[in-house]
């Protein structure tokens, strides 16, 4: 986990009141569960939707103010989620329930209460308890870095699947797309190494699969031709 311990955040309000926990892991999937008055609200709904804004723009302003990212460079909620279990759990007088099931909360207030609670909490912590703060949000990034590194091989696949020529226009083939991607991407860093199931044990030798480096990210990717 990353905190040392859960991290656990009450706020009341005029006839509402506002409970989360959350936790990080080394995982890529996020787990969220929201309650109103002891509800189970597993369509979400405004309490949920309070809790994803506040999260992703909470974590955005401190990696700016403590100049922990570039200028430009934006989180988004994928990448602060990654890895999180939260329970978002709230108390109000008149709820509205949503939903084929009616199981979404549709009180609109709810919404800006659960930012106010979630902004104020998860601020405090992050200010009191730099180092976490500082790997949650080396996490985050790096969770970005890996997806648009995923996608941007996505593209040389595209290129390269449907190749069914011979090794030296292969070679001509694959030089160009990579040419492309970084003609779309200029600041992105290429290594390529290739096998193609079909290809001789004398080709095999060379490599096992493309791997392709952005900003540091590894991310190996099997190619399949037809």
Do not use: W
């Amino acid at each position: 986990t990353l905190f040392p311990a859960s991290l656990y955040i009450e706020k009341e309000f005029k006839n509402a009141g506002v409970e989360i926990a959350m936790q990080y892991n080394d995982s890529y999937n996020e787990v969220l569960y929201s309650y109103a008055n002891n509800i189970n609200t597993e369509e979400g709904g405004t309490h949920l939707v309070g809790f994803k804004n506040a999260l992703t723009r909470v974590l955005n302003d401190y990696a700016h103010s403590e100049k922990l990212v570039k200028d430009d460079f934006k989180l988004t909620g994928e990448d602060v989620r990654e890895g999180l279990t939260a329970i978002i759990s709230v108390k109000l007088e008149e709820p509205q329930f949503e939903g084929q099931t009616k199981t979404k909360l549709g009180n609109s207030e709810m919404r800006g209460l659960v930012e106010k609670a979630l902004t104020e909490g998860l601020g405090t912590y992050l200010e009191e308890n730099p180092k976490e703060a500082r790997d949650l949000i080396m996490k985050t990034v790096t969770a970005q870095k890996a997806r648009d590194a995923l996608e941007r091989l996505v593209e040389i696949d595209r290129e390269l699947t449907f190749y069914t020529g011979g090794m030296g226009e292969f070679d001509s083939l694959c030089a160009a797309a990579v040419r492309r991607l970084r003609a779309r991407h200029p600041e992105a860093r290429v290594r390529l190494y290739l096998v193609l199931p079909y290809l001789t044990a004398e080709v095999n030798r060379s490599g096992a699969y493309y791997e392709a480096a952005f900003d540091g990210v590894f991310v190996p990717c099997l190619l399949y031709t037809s």
